[in-house]
């Protein structure tokens, strides 16, 4: 199983991106998906879950209202638009895929992930 995150770069402050995590191995439609964000010095936190039907989606507080999370299942891979950034966004970001329906918010219920992508965002 390989994800492959990319999308990622610099933005100004209220700047839009979308990312891109493309999938190969195992049955993309068989799991839910996720991203998450790691700044320097701090844990990697949970941003954004999407079922494995792509029905339902999950946000963090932070997330929701400025972050879509979407998948393609013909396409095997999820995104993350990403509008009205802030410098607070500033972080690598990574997808992952999480075994049964999905929605999950914690690094354990993940067991595949992605590389990660820089996003910056400057003020």
């Known amino acids: 199983v390989q994800l492959q995150a990319s999308g990622g770069g610099w933005v100004q402050t209220g700047g839009s991106l979308r990312l891109s995590c493309a999938t190969s191995g195992g049955t993309f439609s068989d799991y839910g998906m996720g991203w998450f964000r790691q700044a320097p010095g701090k844990e990697r936190e949970f941003v954004a879950a999407?079922?494995?039907?792509?029905?339902?989606?999950y946000y963090a507080d932070f997330a929701a209202g400025r972050f879509t999370i979407s998948r393609d299942n013909a396409k095997n891979a999820v995104y993350l638009q990403m509008n009205s950034l802030k410098p607070e966004d500033t972080a690598v970001y990574y997808c992952a895929r999480q075994p049964g329906y999905g929605l999950g918010s914690q690094t354990y219920q993940y067991d595949y992930w992605g590389q990660g992508t820089q996003v910056t965002v400057s003020s």
């Open positions: 999407v079922s494995k039907t792509g029905g339902g989606t």
